[in-house]
């Protein structure tokens, strides 16, 4: 490619000299481009700033507007600002000079305004004609000692005055505040940090130069925002520390609440860094209108600058919250994702900085300006205390001075006489006696001016010692950052959430037993299992949950707070849960909907529970079978493993078909029994073998043959046979109960029509729940009028298969059992001992010891029954 040449013409000799366009070209705009990136657009590593900031903060310290001055216009500073250091736009430095006096802005302010400063909801700030200012108490921690030439002056513009090229800072407040902005082919975004935290750092790296990133964050925890918010995860954070470039997710604060209509709606108290509130409800109002959220009624933005960020969104009566908190992060800025980029300039070049190079760069920095102060100090401490010295001469010739100085016609021969005269003084000294005021020559004068040499002396050997001894500089500069830190420390402001893959929670939660109930409303709680007090069979019972007229609970069960729940619903819908995250509440309360735990359906609900220890256990979840069976009968084998990556959305576990609905799951080994019981009182057993495993979306396969319409499963156990101390328990509608052994159950074929479990009669009423119990266990009764007992499975008689068994629980006219559950006897504190609250009345035992009559069941074993009755099997 031919070369182009530019001509060039000169005015005193008519001569071209060529000159490459390209590289004329390339080099002008390499020009510019370091003059943006280095004058304008990135941060100087040591104190922070960028060139207009600096120069803001040094003319107001030229101003003398300190933190305990009057405040001064901020078109007074703004114009001593552009009249001799920054020749741009007055609001290129009247914006940069906003921010730094918006408390929303900066994690730490460095300007104290007076007047209209903006919103966080967008609002501009007002003129600078109306508004004030004066420099924060932080930022004269930046200016200090930089009269005792701790950095280089640079001319400004026009050459006519002098101007710092970085400040002496005493806080880094690159790491601080932060700084973001887009130079030429590069950028920078940095995060405000937490002055506690940064100082800490500081402190280890200079106690340990080889400390590590990791170890620095022990320190250094996460970002810290002004506004606040909760940081999701911290994994982009990690590699932002240990690189220079990561990702921070940032979510804004928010909790439910629930109106006296009964009605719950979102209050967001804290919004994502540099989210404009009102913004943010716009986008919210636009999504409503668009259909893409649903669930929303009303929002409003009720901020303000005393009480902070406060916005209402109010829900439909029928909406979930969980699902539109969701969704808000979803779809709005409620979530905000902020890239870390961490360049700034160093040596006068830009640079990608990880946490300790940034940290060490601010530390060398420090290093730096300690020894020229010191220098500097030491400096003037000698020259004071040659003068000093000189005054202890003269007054130790007093006479001869005075006498010396009326003779002498002169200043200049005066000073030369006392130089001539043979103390020892040089014409500085001289200099300094000749104005030496009257006053200072009487004793009291006298012994003020030795107490300061020696004070000076003192000074000087600890500066000399200072610049001898790097340790020492060290320490100084550890003492300052400890007092800044006195001075200016607080507490996070931003949460930190770790997510579940990056660090196990379970090591901050205490593991304990609880009792978590769910109602058929699907209200969901947990509970201290002591709250639970043992009674005898028979008894009243005491309340377990307080709940809506039309509320009853359905669930009840125990569990270690360490554990996780599988939650399988009547759709054949699996979500998972952590016993930890459940919500704590009394024996008496209601709990929370367990909607705003799990992303349900609305027509779906809660049909049963595993417990299961943990799923990260690959030889636990390999070698394990979750059992499903329906009301109609259907039964299906899964493996463990295949539920064992949660999903917040839930996965499918069973097809179920039309007019069916899921109605038990069990965790198997492999190596059980089945048993089915349906309403009807009838029960199968058959071996689990009888079930080859299936994948989740597989439909299943008959377990127990339900040709009634009237007629359904209410149950399923999985019993191990080389357990032969558990017995099969059954219960009725009206409070009869039983315990049956296990053998008293051929094995069959699954399929078939079963025997008979329960002798069902008006008086009992249906079955209504099936148990494997051993006698080391306690049963609790739920009804459901909320109304539940605890008793010993060792005080219910066991019988046979036929029989309808004893009363256990007296149930009020009209109310019926709703649910069963067994939980192991634990040295609970707070347990009733048999005879006190809930002891059974005479005659509420159906079936007694003394019972005469006999009936012979089908395995031809004798059965008591109440009143004579001679059960025999259907």
């Not at 800490?200 to 002004?226: Q, S, W």
């Not at 639970?532 to 009243?540: A, D, F, L, M």
Request: glycine content about 8%.
């Amino acid at each position: 490619m031919e070369e182009t040449l530019l001509p060039q013409e000169t005015n005193d000799y008519n001569r071209i000299i060529p000159v490459n366009i390209e590289e004329q070209m390339k080099t002008a705009y390499i020009d510019y481009s370091m003059s943006v990136i280095v004058g304008r657009a990135l941060p100087d590593v040591r104190d922070g700033l960028k060139p207009v900031h600096r120069r803001i903060l040094f003319a107001m310290n030229e101003l003398g507007m300190g933190y305990n001055r009057p405040y001064k216009k901020s078109a007074r500073i703004v114009g001593e600002v552009l009249g001799k250091y920054h020749p741009h736009g007055d609001s290129s430095v009247y914006d940069a000079m906003v921010r730094m006096a918006q408390e929303w802005s900066m994690r730490y302010q460095i300007i104290d305004g007076q007047g209209n400063y903006g919103s966080q909801d967008g609002d501009g700030p007002a003129a600078m004609r109306y508004t004030e200012a004066r420099m924060h108490r932080i930022a004269e921690s930046m200016m200090a000692d930089i009269d005792k030439e701790t950095v280089d002056f640079q001319l400004n513009f026009d050459d006519t005055l002098q101007e710092p090229t970085v400040l002496p800072t005493r806080i880094p407040n690159l790491l601080l505040n932060g700084s973001s902005g887009i130079a030429v082919g590069m950028a920078t975004n940095m995060l405000p940090h937490n002055l506690t935290e940064v100082v800490d750092g500081c402190v280890a790296y200079i106690d340990n130069r080889e400390i590590t990133v990791d170890e620095l964050m022990a320190h250094v925890k996460a970002p810290d925002f002004p506004t606040g918010g909760q940081i999701y995860g911290m994994e982009g954070i990690k590699q932002a520390y240990l690189t220079g470039r990561g990702r921070c997710v940032l979510r804004g604060k928010l909790r439910v609440e629930t109106k006296n209509s009964g009605r719950e709606q979102i209050i967001i108290t804290e919004v994502p860094y540099q989210v404009n509130r009102d913004a943010l409800c716009d986008r919210i109002g636009q999504l409503v209108t668009d259909k893409t959220i649903e669930g929303i009624a009303h929002i409003n933005n009720e901020s303000n600058q005393k009480e902070g960020t406060r916005i209402v969104v109010d829900l439909k009566r029928d909406a979930v919250a969980n699902i539109v908190i969701n969704q808000l992060y979803k779809f709005t800025e409620l979530q905000t994702s902020y890239g870390i980029n961490n360049v700034a300039i160093v040596k006068g070049r830009p640079k990608v900085l990880n946490l300790k190079d940034l940290i060490a760069e601010f530390i060398e920095f420090r290093h730096e300006v300690v020894v020229r102060r010191t220098q500097y100090e030491l400096r003037e401490a000698r020259k004071k205390a040659h003068i000093l010295q000189g005054y202890l001469i003269a007054l130790d010739h007093l006479d001869e001075v005075i006498a010396l100085i009326r003779a002498s016609a002169t200043p200049d021969s005066a000073k030369e006489a006392l130089v001539n005269a043979g103390w020892g003084l040089d014409e500085i000294q001289a200099k300094a006696i000749l104005e030496l005021r009257l006053q200072r020559l009487t004793g009291m004068e006298r012994d003020k001016i030795k107490q300061e040499y020696d004070d000076l002396m003192a000074l000087i050997s600890r500066l000399e010692a200072i610049l001898a001894d790097e340790g020492l500089r060290f320490q100084v500069i550890k003492d300052e950052l400890q007092e800044v830190k006195d001075k200016f420390g607080d507490g996070r402001k931003s949460e930190i959430s770790f997510l579940e893959n990056e660090m196990n929670i379970k090591d901050f939660i205490k593991e304990e037993d609880v009792v978590i109930t769910i109602s058929h409303l699907g209200y969901i709680k947990r509970t201290s299992a002591s709250e639970y007090r043992s009674q005898k069979r028979g008894g009243r019972g005491s309340m377990g949950g307080r709940t809506r007229e039309e509320d009853f609970i359905e669930h009840i069960f125990v569990a270690s707070t360490h554990h996780t729940l599988l939650f399988f619903t009547e759709k054949g819908r699996c979500y998972w849960l952590n016993v930890y995250q459940l919500p704590e509440g009394e024996k008496n309360t209601k709990g929370r909907a367990i909607q705003n735990l799990l992303q349900l359906a609305q027509d779906d609900k809660i049909r049963a529970v595993i417990d299961v220890k943990d799923l990260r256990d690959l030889d636990f979840v390999s070698n394990h079978y979750i059992m499903l069976c329906t009301k109609q009968g259907v039964i299906k084998k899964t493996a463990l493993e295949d539920f064992s990556r949660p999903r917040s959305t839930g996965v499918n576990a069973i097809t179920i078909v039309e007019g069916d609905q899921l109605l038990e799951a069990r965790m198997t080994d492999g190596q059980c029994d089945i048993m089915m019981a349906v309403k009807s009182g009838r029960a199968i057993r058959f071996p689990e073998s009888k079930v080859r495993p299936t994948g989740r979306g597989a439909i299943g396969v008959t377990g127990i043959e339900v040709d009634d319409a009237k007629d359904e499963v209410v149950g399923m156990v999985c019993v191990n046979p080389k357990t032969p101390e558990r017995t099969v328990l059954v219960v009725s509608e009206k409070g009869f109960g039983k315990r049956t052994s296990v053998e008293e159950y051929r094995i069959t074929n699954r399929g078939g029509k079963g025997v008979k479990t329960i002798s069902v009669t008006d008086k009992t009423g249906a079955l209504v729940g099936i148990l494997d119990v051993a006698e080391s266990e306690d049963l609790i009764i739920t009804c459901k009028s909320g109304i539940t007992i605890r008793m010993k499975v060792a005080d219910i008689r066991e019988l046979g298969r036929a029989t309808q068994g004893v009363k256990l629980i007296r149930i009020d006219e009209g109310d019926e059992i709703a649910a069963i559950t067994r939980i192991d006897v634990q040295d609970e504190a707070g347990v009733v001992g048999e005879g006190e609250e809930g002891t059974a009345a005479e005659g509420e035992i159906v079936a007694t010891d003394a019972t005469a009559e006999t009936a012979t069941g089908e395995n031809g074993a004798a059965d008591t029954t109440d009143e004579g009755e001679t059960a025999s099997e259907a």
